[in-house]
């Protein structure tokens, strides 16, 4: 089971049309923003419970979100988006830090789309990868090991190379020069990861 492949399967289709109508832009701009984002939302998560407050901090969290929004996520994004808006701009700050805003600042340079919306289709992301990662818990009865393995198998199995360069990224507290390579090598491969699983028509 890859799991990576069953997340971005969640992230396509009518979630990326929502989310485009909600935020008056074009679907491939979304999928790019999400394919450029979703490993380093990953790779924050996987930096954090590289220690022992972080992962019982994740595994907390992920008992908030036990994967009840996966059920319900298009309802969540037309008539609550709000609140998940919000819950979403938390958990970036919280996963994320400082490197943020140096992120969205790059994935808008990228597509070509202002920041703030970046951080608005990022932050409705944020949910998805937190309620997947809690169903995951849920559904193995999974401890804070477990947790901890999950995400890091999630996260081996997004593209190594650019998740090596996003770890340098993160680590280096959003080294700019780092992000140039991973945009590069995001918007090739995953932009195509996402086409391919879901075509425009």
Do not use: C, Y
């Not at 995951?136 to 477990?146: A, H, R, T």
Request: net charge negative.
């Amino acid at each position: 089971m890859n799991l990576f492949e069953n997340l971005t399967g969640l992230l396509q289709g009518d979630t990326v049309k929502n989310m485009a109508k909600q935020f008056g832009v074009d679907e491939n701009t979304v999928q790019q923003v999400v394919a450029m984002g979703l490993p380093m939302i990953l790779g924050g998560l996987n930096k954090n419970a590289s220690n022992e407050q972080g992962a019982q901090s994740l595994d907390n969290a992920l008992q908030k979100h036990d994967g009840g929004l996966l059920g319900n996520l298009t309802s969540m994004l037309t008539s609550n988006s709000s609140s998940l808006l919000q819950d979403g701009m938390g958990i970036l700050k919280h996963v994320l830090g400082n490197t943020q805003q140096p992120a969205q600042n790059q994935i808008s340079k990228s597509v070509g789309l202002d920041a703030g919306v970046v951080g608005n289709i990022l932050a409705l992301a944020a949910p998805v990868v937190m309620s997947f990662l809690g169903q995951q818990k849920k559904e193995q009865g999974l401890d804070v090991k477990g947790v901890v393995n999950i995400v890091n198998t999630t996260t081996q199995q997004a593209p190594q190379q650019e998740m090596g360069l996003i770890q340098k990224f993160l680590d280096r507290d959003g080294d700019g020069s780092i992000l140039d390579d991973v945009m590069d090598i995001g918007s090739k491969f995953l932009g195509s990861f996402f086409s391919n699983k879901n075509p425009q028509k």
